[in-house]
């Protein structure tokens, strides 16, 4: 397996409380990528990492921001969870966009309440 | 907004017969991809194919592309039980991003 680990699993948290989800991957793959999945949605890009501290913004961005300090940590901010930002997240990492596979990690439900 | 739509969103069959998904795209791309996932789990690569291949198979699995349709389907072979999943196609949409569909569920009745 594909050394990728998402922390933490579960979450919950209040309305309006920062948020951090960590991604870490030990096969020094360029690419890191940043989910959500939802009942209705499929899987929704928020953000992506094509290097260390390049970053650039997916299609669900708003209400998250992203950083990438070392090649195997991504990290997800929420800077002010919402209840609409209750999902499971999942981070992907991969060597090369769309020509080599993507591996995921376990995802993290969170939970605004 | 999204760009792989997969189609049907839901898919009940028997055991032994075929299941087939497909996947419509908008923008031009690279390569398409298909990936299933178990309920709750992350996401598992299955094949991809190249821009400028038609059809390609792995064991029970065979995948279509029509470039001209911006569209993919994904057969699966006399299906079984443990094929119980949701499936989707993920493209490159031209671009550094990877972006999947909202993919289709697909339940193998035994």
């Known amino acids: 397996d594909a050394g990728i680990t998402q922390s933490p699993r579960h979450k919950v948290t209040e309305t309006g409380t920062p948020v951090t989800l960590r991604c870490h991957q030990t096969?020094?793959?360029?690419?890191m990528y940043w989910y959500r999945q939802d009942p209705g949605h499929g899987l929704r890009l928020i953000h992506y990492s094509y290097g260390v501290k390049d970053t650039d913004k997916g299609e669900v961005s708003d209400g998250y921001s992203v950083s990438r300090s070392k090649t195997e940590d991504f990290l997800l901010t929420l800077e002010s969870a919402t209840s609409s930002q209750t999902s499971v997240y999942f981070c992907?990492?991969?060597?090369?966009?769309?020509?080599?596979?993507?591996?995921f990690g376990q995802g993290t439900r969170l939970t605004v309440v | 907004s999204q760009q792989g739509e997969e189609d049907p969103q839901a898919l009940s069959i028997q055991e032994g017969e075929n299941a087939t998904m497909n996947c419509s795209y908008k923008?031009?791309?690279?390569?398409l991809q298909w990936y299933r996932q178990n309920s709750g789990r992350g996401l598992v690569h299955l094949i991809l194919?190249?821009?400028?291949?038609r059809e390609k198979h792995s064991g029970r699995l065979r995948v279509t592309l029509d470039t001209s349709k911006k569209s993919s389907s994904l057969l699966i072979t006399a299906s079984r039980a443990a094929d119980t999943a949701s499936y989707f196609c993920?493209?490159?949409?031209?671009?550094?991003?990877?972006?999947f569909g909202k993919g289709t569920k697909l339940t193998v009745n035994p």
């Open positions: 993920a493209t490159d949409a031209g671009s550094e991003k990877l972006v």
């Open positions: 923008t031009s791309i690279n390569n």
């Open positions: 096969e020094n793959h360029r690419y």
């Open positions: 194919i190249r821009s400028n291949e």
């Open positions: 992907a990492i991969s060597e090369t966009v769309g020509v080599t596979e993507a591996f």
